[in-house]
């Protein structure tokens, strides 16, 4: 019985995992292409030349490099929770199917500010941008962001000939307050299509990575809270970003004599990455 109930909670953790409308499910899924949870892909190198009229014989040849990559997935774990006897019969409902549920939504999070994160540039470059907001300060003291400033990262975007229906953008709900006091109307519009500039599709998200105000470099995974901290917003080609899902497993120990009640707990293997660090970007609200 423990088996079973075990493979139907994973199921209720995997179904539908990316299914919830988040940026997450905006990107490659390289999950086939995992193996003993490593991840194995290839960066593509360069196009060719594509002549016109040509007349001049023999035409060039050359020979394509890409790039082999082999990355370990990352080891996501749940802490436990404990289903007490005496809780599990009093409730109205199916509070294990309900903790499985809080354990899901945990992962999800944890899952999409590992992508934002890996997804951000580390530097502001030529296919990379990273600009700066410069605006007055705003309520929560950093420089606002302006719709101008997202027109000109959808001509950036749009400089570099990247698909227009492959854009994403996720913006800091901060930065949305900005773009609400500087004109009401382009805001109302902008909810309403859900696009920036008719390109990028908008989502709103507080996982965006966080940025070295005064240098403007991408702070670490994980690090510790800092004065220098900046909000962002994440700007990305979706398929230029891949997400990738290895294994997933319950840990289950059925009425543990100590607890007098069942624990549960789950860990899964996942990992986000760019694919060629290319046509990703972001703008960092630095402190005023």
């Excluded at 997935?73 to 409730?91: G, I, P, S, Y």
Aim: hydrophobic share 45%; charged share 25%.
């Amino acid at each position: 019985m423990a088996n079973i109930n075990k493979q139907i909670w994973l199921d209720i953790l995997l179904e539908k995992f990316y299914a919830n409308g988040s940026f997450l499910a905006r990107s490659r899924d390289l999950s086939s292409f995992v193996e003993y949870n490593t991840l194995h892909f290839a960066e593509a190198g360069a196009d060719p030349k594509v002549l016109i009229d040509n007349a001049s014989f023999p035409v060039a040849t050359s020979q394509r490099t890409d790039t082999p990559h082999e990355i370990t997935l990352k080891t996501f774990d749940t802490e436990n929770t404990v289903v007490r006897n005496v809780e599990a019969m009093e409730a109205a409902y199916d509070k294990m199917a309900s903790v499985v549920r809080g354990h899901k939504n945990a992962l999800l999070e944890k899952s999409i500010g590992f992508a934002a994160h890996a997804w951000s540039p580390q530097a502001n470059a030529t296919d990379t941008p990273v600009w700066a907001a410069d605006k007055a300060a705003n309520k929560n003291g950093y420089k606002a962001v302006s719709f101008d400033m997202l027109y000109d990262m959808a001509a950036q975007f749009m400089a570099l000939n990247v698909p227009a229906d492959s854009l994403v953008a996720v913006l800091h709900p901060i930065m949305m307050a900005d773009l609400q006091k500087e004109n009401a109307k382009a805001y109302k519009e902008l909810l309403d299509s859900r696009k920036i500039a008719g390109m990028f599709d908008l989502h709103i998200s507080t996982a965006t990575a966080k940025y070295n105000g005064t240098t403007g470099a991408k702070t670490a995974y994980g690090a510790e809270a800092a004065d220098t901290d900046a909000i962002s917003a994440l700007f990305y080609c979706d398929r230029e970003v891949a997400r990738a899902d290895g294994d997933a497993e319950m840990f289950y120990v059925e009425k543990s004599p100590t607890e007098r009640g069942d624990i549960v707990g789950f860990q899964k293997r996942f990992i986000a990455v760019p694919m060629r660090g290319k046509y990703i970007a972001s703008i960092y609200c630095p402190k005023a």
